[in-house]
């Protein structure tokens, strides 16, 4: 069974740092493409950043590139996102989601399994 559990989120004032886990159980990351996406109340889901199952090619949303880095720990099969200069609409909920092959990575529906999310609140 696939298991994504996100973790790190929280409260934080704009321009201050937060930086987002993906544990998964039950398939090794290496063989996935992980990608995270979030999503703002009323808003729909949108793409943040992904990475392939080698590790070697990444992929950002423009509003966040130069601000988010992703990347992964393989010996502990976790995913990371690490967020800085955050802005208020940075808030949302973040998920990360695994698939098997990196193409369309912006895109949510092609994704296999999803985790429960975390939440993300930026204050002005």
């Known amino acids: 069974q696939v298991q994504l559990v996100e973790s790190g989120g929280g409260l934080v004032q704009a321009g201050g740092s937060l930086r987002l886990s993906c544990a998964a159980s039950?398939?090794?990351?290496?063989?996935?493409?992980t990608a995270w996406f979030r999503q703002a109340p009323g808003k729909e889901r949108e793409f943040v950043a992904a990475i392939n199952s080698s590790g070697g090619t990444t992929r950002y949303a423009d509003s966040v590139k130069g601000r988010f880095i992703i990347s992964r720990d393989l010996a502990k099969n976790t995913v990371y996102l690490q967020m800085n200069s955050l802005k208020p609409e940075d808030t949302a909920v973040y998920y990360c989601?695994?698939?098997?092959?990196?193409?369309?990575?912006?895109?949510?529906?092609?994704?296999?399994?999803w985790g429960q999310g975390t939440q993300v609140t930026v204050s002005s």
């Open positions: 989601a695994i698939k098997g092959r990196f193409v369309a990575a912006w895109v949510a529906s092609t994704y296999e399994y």
């Open positions: 039950g398939r090794t990351l290496s063989s996935y493409a």
